[in-house]
């Protein structure tokens, strides 16, 4: 258990020594420090052995994809998944190829996003008990699609739509769900540019052929959605990107960011809200479950900018990065002890010590 705390333990001194948010985020310490804490999660992630509640799964994925042909493994799994399990197994990385390049993308988008807010440490900080514990460790593919994802929302942001078209296609190669995320991009960019209706509208159309060519919506309507699987905990984590989503709307006038990035993140506030009311109504709180991963970057981004949000407001600025420790301190520490399947990440296992 050790080991996680030792990761929340790098963003927590992060914040602590650089105190002072977007004036610093491109010194020359601060990237350093950022290089450490990748490269010590990944690390961690990569190399981790019978770590994360998908582990047996994912290598009976892998070994299955390992073993069939290319045409074969590709109406089993998402064709990105495919060619990066085959690539691993070639260079004799296993399926701890696979989740290094996976959790590698994943925390790389989280620093990304983190360095566009105020207090870039408090976004890693809650980002790391469930974003990049959980989520990173135990759904390998949707970890690599919601780092894509982030990819491609930040391209847009700095109006690169090449750039933003190919993270987002690379996110529904690694996981199809991920196109639920794709009309709030493409909306973000039609809005100024009303020429790309048309062909963004194709590529819409196309990424809906995708999921219906590779049976995804039949496989979701005919599992959890007809069955009415229930995930437990479902409502705590949709309530997670609920919280800082609300506190968005609520505080986001005080924010200096573009009306484009503020666009954005108000109908990903809405959204993610929504789908934790839909949690009463819903058959399946699975797909919720599921879905509500992709909306997980408001975290990062309504953390990290917390305390610049309540700059404003008498009293809370001067403790909201002492509640957020707490906040994010609680949820790590409920996470590792008391949820139903925490004996899949504790003890903590890597390749190093087998």
């Known amino acids: 258990m050790l080991i996680y705390w030792l990761l929340f333990a790098v963003p927590v001194a992060g914040s602590a020594i650089f105190t002072t948010g977007r004036t610093q985020r491109s010194a020359v310490p601060l990237i350093v420090l950022f290089g450490i804490f990748w490269i010590f999660y990944n690390i961690v992630s990569g190399s981790r052995?019978?770590?994360?509640?998908?582990?047996?799964?994912?290598?009976?994925?892998?070994?299955?994809?390992r073993l069939?042909?290319?045409?074969?493994?590709?109406?089993?799994?998402?064709?990105?998944?495919?060619?990066?399990?085959?690539?691993?197994?070639?260079?004799?990385?296993?399926?701890?190829?696979?989740?290094?390049?996976?959790?590698?993308v994943l925390s790389l988008g989280v620093i990304l996003l983190a360095r566009r807010t105020e207090h870039p440490w408090l976004g890693i900080m809650a980002a790391v008990p469930y974003l990049l514990i959980v989520v990173g460790m135990g759904y390998i593919q949707q970890s690599a699609a919601i780092g894509f994802l982030i990819l491609a929302m930040?391209?847009?942001?700095?109006?690169?739509?090449?750039?933003?078209?190919?993270?987002?296609?690379?996110?529904?190669?690694?996981?199809?769900?991920?196109?639920?995320?794709?009309?709030?991009?493409?909306?973000?960019?039609?809005?100024e540019n009303r020429h790309t209706i048309i062909p963004l509208s194709f590529l819409g159309l196309l990424g809906v052929i995708m999921v219906v060519a590779m049976g995804?919506?039949?496989?979701?309507?005919?599992?959890?959605?007809?069955?009415?699987?229930?995930?437990?905990?479902?409502?705590?984590?949709?309530?997670?990107?609920?919280?800082?989503?609300?506190?968005?709307?609520?505080?986001?006038?005080?924010?200096?960011?573009?009306?484009?990035?503020?666009?954005?993140?108000?109908?990903?506030?809405w959204s993610s809200i929504g789908l934790m009311l839909l949690y009463f109504v819903f058959p399946s709180s699975t797909v919720l479950d599921r879905v509500g991963l992709f909306f997980t970057p408001i975290q990062v981004f309504a953390f990290g900018n917390f305390s610049a949000m309540l700059r404003n407001t008498k009293g809370l600025s001067s403790l909201s990065g002492v509640a957020l420790l707490l906040y994010c301190g609680a949820v790590q520490f409920v996470w590792l002890v008391f949820a139903d399947n925490a004996s899949s990440w504790v003890p903590y296992q890597s390749l190093f010590q087998i």
């Open 49 to 65: 052995y019978e770590i994360g509640g998908d582990w047996g799964n994912y290598l009976r994925i892998f070994n299955y994809i």
């Open 216 to 269: 995804y919506w039949d496989k979701l309507n005919g599992g959890y959605i007809d069955a009415e699987y229930s995930s437990n905990g479902a409502l705590v984590r949709l309530a997670m990107n609920a919280i800082p989503a609300l506190i968005f709307l609520l505080f986001n006038k005080n924010l200096q960011i573009t009306s484009r990035e503020r666009d954005f993140w108000t109908i990903l506030s």
């Open 68 to 104: 069939e042909k290319f045409t074969t493994s590709i109406g089993y799994n998402e064709v990105g998944f495919v060619i990066l399990a085959k690539a691993c197994d070639l260079l004799g990385l296993g399926i701890n190829g696979i989740n290094f390049f996976c959790s590698a």
């Open 154 to 191: 930040l391209a847009l942001f700095d109006r690169r739509l090449p750039r933003a078209i190919c993270m987002g296609a690379l996110a529904i190669s690694m996981h199809t769900a991920s196109v639920v995320f794709l009309p709030l991009v493409a909306y973000m960019y039609v809005r």
